[in-house]
């Protein structure tokens, strides 16, 4: 008889059907599957079926913000549509910092002018922008991922051109990014440029042209609490929107991976996950591949910089999931029944659920 937990008023779950399956040109399932349709078909079917949305929503209340994430990202800032004069934006400063009809925002992703590669420009109509479309402009306003920021009118729009084209992209370009492909085509199509945010994310600890340059000052004996304050809200830090968990971070053999962490992390008697010490962008420059990487206990040099991102990434990570299954415990578990001890170690976890760790 435990209680669910607080929640805002306005949370809605919404459910969709399953949409992975692969089909034929005339319709029927090929036995195979690509889990990303179910982004642009889950977000169209929620527009349509969605609790408070529908057409009539659309029509009546085009200007309300939507925002879309991928499920690996951890929130730093409000994600209310408005952005800082201090954030990183592609092709120079905007002329304006909030998503309008018309001007959508988006992280920039590095995929640069590939969407229309590959066949997938002649895809397109006739007549569509993206048809002559230059490298630049499809790099610098199309070249776009989550969190994606745009009004109910616009996004509904793209949805519909997005689940359009994704089944074709997929047909020509079977491989991980093909809905992302299809959503850049799809806001082509309707002339919709996205204002590019290069801080909008961190994800990669080696890339140059993400939110890094917000926290590359950070001392490093600091970085380790930056980040914790970062997760709990308590920094006056101008942060990136999101962290982008997608990558293996690690330092020394302080290690975190998504595809190493437990399915049923959230449970009563799952351990919650080794705390990394606060000075641990001080401790290492190098980092130790977890098992089964070989030769086993290489030392890959880290360089300074590197080490304070990765020493952000590990102690941001770790306290955000291990304050959510803490509260999850305190609000579905017996007192007897819930583990709080910081014992779960990625580095040395086996009991992982895929093999590619």
Not at 95 to 124: I, Q
Request: with cysteine; proline share 8%.
């Amino acid at each position: 008889d435990h209680v669910s937990g607080p929640m805002s008023a306005s949370f809605v779950l919404h459910l969709t059907p399953h949409f992975s399956n692969v089909k034929d040109e005339d319709g029927n399932e090929t036995g195979k599957s690509y889990d990303f349709f179910n982004k642009p078909f889950g977000v169209r079917h929620w527009f349509e079926e969605g609790e408070g949305m529908g057409a009539a929503t659309v029509r009546d209340k085009p200007d309300t913000l939507v925002v879309l994430i991928d499920p690996d990202m951890i929130l730093l800032r409000p994600l209310n549509g408005i952005l800082s004069p201090g954030d990183v934006y592609v092709g120079g400063s905007p002329d304006r910092m909030r998503v309008e009809p018309g001007r959508p925002f988006a992280s920039e992703y590095g995929f640069g002018a590939n969407w229309l590669k590959h066949g997938l420009r002649e895809l397109t109509p006739e007549g569509s922008k993206a048809r002559d479309m230059a490298n630049k402009e499809a790099a610098e306003r199309y070249a776009v991922g989550p969190p994606y920021m745009a009004t109910a009118g616009d996004f509904y729009e793209i949805a519909k051109k997005w689940t359009d084209y994704v089944p074709r992209v997929h047909k020509v370009y079977p491989h991980l990014l093909a809905e992302m492909y299809a959503y850049s085509l799809a806001a082509a199509e309707l002339g919709l440029p996205h204002q590019l945010v290069e801080s909008a994310m961190v994800s990669d600890t080696g890339m140059s042209r993400e939110g890094w340059p917000l926290l590359d000052s950070v001392p490093h004996p600091e970085m380790c609490e930056t980040a914790q304050k970062a997760a709990a809200h308590e920094t006056d830090l101008l942060l990136p929107l999101v962290v982008h968990f997608c990558q293996r971070y690690m330092l020394g053999k302080h290690f975190f991976g998504k595809r190493r962490l437990n399915k049923d992390f959230l449970s009563c008697g799952r351990s919650l996950l080794k705390v990394p010490p606060p000075d641990l962008a001080t401790l290492y420059d190098y980092k130790i591949p977890p098992p089964p990487h070989q030769p086993a206990g290489e030392m890959k040099p880290v360089s300074k910089t590197g080490a304070n991102r990765e020493a952000f990434m590990l102690c941001l990570i770790t306290a955000k999931l291990n304050a959510a299954a803490t509260f999850w415990k305190e609000h579905a578990c017996a007192e007897s029944e819930a583990n709080y001890d910081r014992s779960l170690d990625l580095w040395e976890n086996t009991d992982f659920h895929t093999s590619t760790g």
